[in-house]
C-alpha cells in the first residue's frame, strides 16, 4: 500500500514492506534495470566480489525496493539509466560486469549501492539532474563504491552495532533480530565514511571522464544537491543523498581540482542536456499519487480508499516508511499500517508489546464511521503517547500521538483526527493532483524570473524552479533551449 507499512525505529514507527522486482536488460553490457514482475536479479557481480556478496545483494534488494516505496516505471528514463551505466562499466574497465540498477518510486534525491552489483537511483535525483552527465557523475560515484569494496567494508560494519538492536528493542519493545527498520537503522550508523566518500568521487570523475561525459558536472550537481537540500530543510531531508554523501563547499572544491587535474577546465565531455530532459519528461515529482496524497491538513490514499484530517497547527509530510504531521508546540503524529492476523482483536494487539510502556488498563474500543478501533495511552520518560489501531478491509492502521505531556487539548485533537478516518468518496479522491515534470523551451525576451512564474502555483515554486534548473533569479536564459518546470498534469 505504498509506503505505509510496519516497523520500529529507535525514537518512533518506521516501514517495513515486502515487495520483489526484476530486471530487464536494455543494452548488451550486462546492465539492467529493475521492473516489476517474476523473473530473478543478475547471478553475474562485478569482477573482484566472492559468492558473499551476491547473498547480500540478493538479501537486501526487496528490502530496498519495499522501503523507497517500490520500482518506479518509466520506459524512457530507464533506458536512458541503461545507456549511462553500459558506458561507465566499460570506462572502470568491467564490460563484462553485470549491474543492476533500480529506480525507486520515491520523492526522495538518493542514490546508493549495495555489494552484488546493487545501484538504486530515486526519481527523485532524475527530477533533480539537468542533463545526461550530472546524472552519469553519480552512477560513476555508486560504481564507485561497488568496485573499491565500500559497499561491502560498510556491511562489515554493521555486524558491530548491535547496540540499536537492545536499544530498539529496551526502548520501544521491537524485534531488533528481525526488524527492517532496525536492519535500515543499523546501515544507515554504517555510512561510508569521509575517505571512501571522497575516493569514490575521485574514481567516479574519472569513470564519467573516460566515458566521455563531462567530468566537471560532478562538482556542478553536488551543488545543486546542496541547494535542494537547503530548500527542503524540514521536510525529512536528512535521509537523503547528502545525509550519508555529505556536500561540503571543500568536497566540490575537490571535485573541481580532480576534474581539472585529469581532464583540464571545462568544456571537455558529453552533457546532452536535450536527451536527458526528452528521458525524464513527465517524470512524477513528489509524492507518488498511488502512495498517498496530501490536501492540507488531509491525507488521502486512492488505493486503500480512507483519509483522514489531523488538527490545525499540523504539517503533513508524506515520508517513505509513514504520514507523519509535526506540530510547533512539540506535539507530533505517525500513521503507519501492520499486518496482523485477522483472528487477533485490535485490543489484543494493541496490548501485544510493540509499544513500550503501554498502560494495559488504558485500552478501550469503539466503532468510528463503521470502522472498528481500540485506543489507548503509554508513556516513557520523556514522552507521553496517545495509541490507537483501527482494521478497514483486513489491513490494521496505527495512530501514534506523540507529546511532552498529556492535555486536554493534545487529547481533542487525537479524537478529532480518529473521528476524520472513514472511508475516501469520489470528492475526495478528485483532490487528488499529479505533479511532474515538464520541459518547455525559452523564447525570446524569456528570463529566468518569467519561466519561474509557470510554477508560482506550487508552493515555493518560483524558488524550487531556479534549484532544478541550477539558476538564480535574474539570471538569463537563452532562447531555444529547454528549462524544467514541476507542474500539474
Request: proline share 4%.
Amino acid at each position: 500500500m505504498g509506503p505505509i507499512k510496519t516497523g520500529l525505529r529507535i525514537g518512533m514507527l518506521a516501514v517495513s514492506l515486502l515487495a520483489l522486482s526484476a530486471c530487464s536488460t536494455f543494452t548488451g553490457t550486462g546492465v539492467s534495470v529493475s521492473q516489476t514482475g517474476d523473473r530473478p536479479a543478475p547471478t553475474v557481480v562485478p569482477e573482484g566480489t566472492d559468492p558473499e556478496d551476491v547473498v547480500i545483494g540478493r538479501r537486501e534488494h526487496p528490502r530496498i525496493i519495499a522501503a523507497y516505496g517500490g520500482v518506479y516505471s518509466d520506459r524512457p528514463a530507464e533506458i536512458m539509466v541503461a545507456r549511462i551505466v553500459g558506458r561507465l562499466l566499460a570506462a572502470a574497465n568491467q564490460p563484462n560486469a553485470q549491474f543492476q540498477v533500480t529506480i525507486l518510486d520515491s520523492a526522495e534525491v538518493n542514490a546508493f549501492a549495495l555489494p552484488g552489483g546493487y545501484i538504486y537511483v530515486t526519481r527523485g535525483i532524475l527530477a533533480l539532474a539537468s542533463d545526461t552527465s550530472e546524472l552519469a557523475a553519480v552512477l560513476a560515484h555508486e560504481i564507485a563504491h561497488v568496485t573499491l569494496r565500500h559497499a561491502r567494508a560498510r556491511t562489515d560494519r554493521t555486524r558491530t552495532t548491535e547496540i540499536v538492536d537492545r536499544v530498539i528493542s529496551g526502548v520501544f519493545g521491537g524485534n531488533g533480530a528481525s526488524d527492517q527498520a532496525a536492519n535500515l537503522t543499523r546501515q544507515s550508523m554504517a555510512a561510508f565514511s569521509q575517505n571512501q566518500e571522497l575516493e569514490a568521487d575521485r574514481e567516479g570523475i574519472k569513470f564519467a571522464g573516460k566515458a566521455g561525459y563531462d567530468p566537471h558536472a560532478a562538482a556542478r550537481f553536488l551543488g545543486v544537491m546542496s541547494r535542494f537540500a537547503k530548500f527542503s530543510a524540514g521536510e525529512d531531508s536528512g535521509d537523503g543523498f547528502l545525509s550519508s554523501h555529505p556536500s561540503t563547499p571543500n568536497r566540490i572544491q575537490k571535485a573541481v581540482e580532480t576534474a581539472r587535474t585529469m581532464f583540464g577546465a571545462p568544456g571537455f565531455g558529453e552533457t546532452d542536456r536535450d536527451g536527458y530532459l526528452a528521458s525524464v519528461s513527465g517524470l512524477t515529482f513528489g509524492d507518488s499519487p498511488s502512495q498517498g496524497s496530501i490536501v492540507g491538513r488531509r491525507f488521502l490514499h486512492p488505493a486503500n480508499k480512507f483519509t483522514f484530517s489531523v488538527p490545525q497547527g499540523y504539517t503533513l509530510q508524506n515520508s517513505q516508511s509513514a504520514v507523519v504531521g509535526v506540530a510547533g508546540d512539540g506535539e507530533a503524529v505517525r500513521f503507519d499500517s501492520a499486518d496482523v492476523s485477522p483472528s487477533l482483536g485490535l485490543a489484543a494487539y494493541l496490548r501485544s508489546g510493540w509499544i513500550a510502556g503501554l498502560k494495559t488498563d488504558s485500552v478501550t474500543t469503539q466503532t468510528v464511521n463503521g470502522i472498528e478501533m481500540a485506543s489507548g495511552v503509554a508513556q516513557t520518560d520523556q514522552w507521553f503517547f496517545r495509541v490507537s489501531v483501527m482494521r478497514l478491509d483486513g489491513q490494521v492502521y496505527r495512530f501514534i500521538f506523540a507529546a511532552k505531556a498529556d492535555s486536554a487539548r493534545f487529547e481533542q485533537g487525537a479524537e478529532a483526527t480518529l473521528k476524520s478516518f472513514r472511508r475516501t468518496d469520489a470528492s475526495d479522491l478528485a483532490q487528488i493532483r499529479k505533479v511532474g515534470v515538464r520541459v518547455v523551451t525559452a523564447k525570446p525576451g524569456d528570463t529566468a524570473d518569467s519561466l519561474a512564474q509557470q510554477m508560482a502555483g506550487l508552493s515555493r515554486g518560483s524558488e524550487l524552479f531556479y534549484i532544478i534548473n541550477n539558476l538564480f533569479p535574474g539570471d538569463p536564459v537563452q532562447a531555444g533551449k529547454k528549462y524544467k518546470v514541476v507542474a500539474l498534469q
